[in-house]
Structures are given as C-alpha cells and as structure tokens.
C-alpha cells in the first residue's frame, strides 16, 4: 500500500507533529514499507493456528514475567514529589487539547 504525503500530512497533524517536506516523504517511503509488509503478513493462512493470550509460557526459564504480589499504594504526596507542578492532588500539564 502506497501512502500519499497528503496521507502522511494528515496523520502528522492528529499528532500534532510540523513536519517538514523532507521528513514527509521520508515518513512516506517507511510507513508504506511497513504496510507492506503487514499485507504480506495478511497473506498467511492462520486458520490453524489458535490465538494467544500472551507469547511467553511460564514453563520456560527465559519468561521475563513476575508473579504478582501486594504492596502499598504509592500516595499522592510521594507520587507528585517530584512534578514540576502540582495542585489538589493532580499533576498539573499544559493544555494540548485545543490548538
């Protein structure tokens, strides 16, 4: 599948992302080569093969997995320590909603 670069415009702008020409069609060329390799994938029978939940087995030594465990909760005052802003109990951002 081929991207336009009116495409790739489109899609930079959800992002709120300025992109230059030169990273347009630089974006261009690799998300086309991207989808076109997730068509070729499309491609392949899996009728066969059932759906996974997760691709690591607990049975195996090389599972990055931890069992689960309780703790305490964080706390907002430990939590917002280090925030660059903070008020009532939240962090505070700037407004990226609107443009």
């Known amino acids: 599948m081929k991207l336009t670069s009116e495409r790739v415009r489109y899609v930079a702008g959800l992002a709120n992302l300025n ?3 030169e990273e347009v069609e630089r974006f261009r060329a690799d998300l086309s080569g991207i989808l076109e390799h997730v068509e070729k994938l499309n491609e392949l029978d899996t009728s066969g093969v059932p759906p996974m939940a997760q691709v690591l087995y607990p049975a ?18 430990t939590a917002l320590a280090n925030a660059p802003q903070a008020g009532a109990g939240h962090f505070k951002v700037p407004k990226v909603i609107e443009r």
Do not use: C, V
């Open 60 to 77: 195996e030594d090389t599972a990055t997995l931890r069992p689960d465990r309780d703790r305490p909760p964080l706390g907002a005052q």
């Open 19 to 21: 992109l230059s020409d």
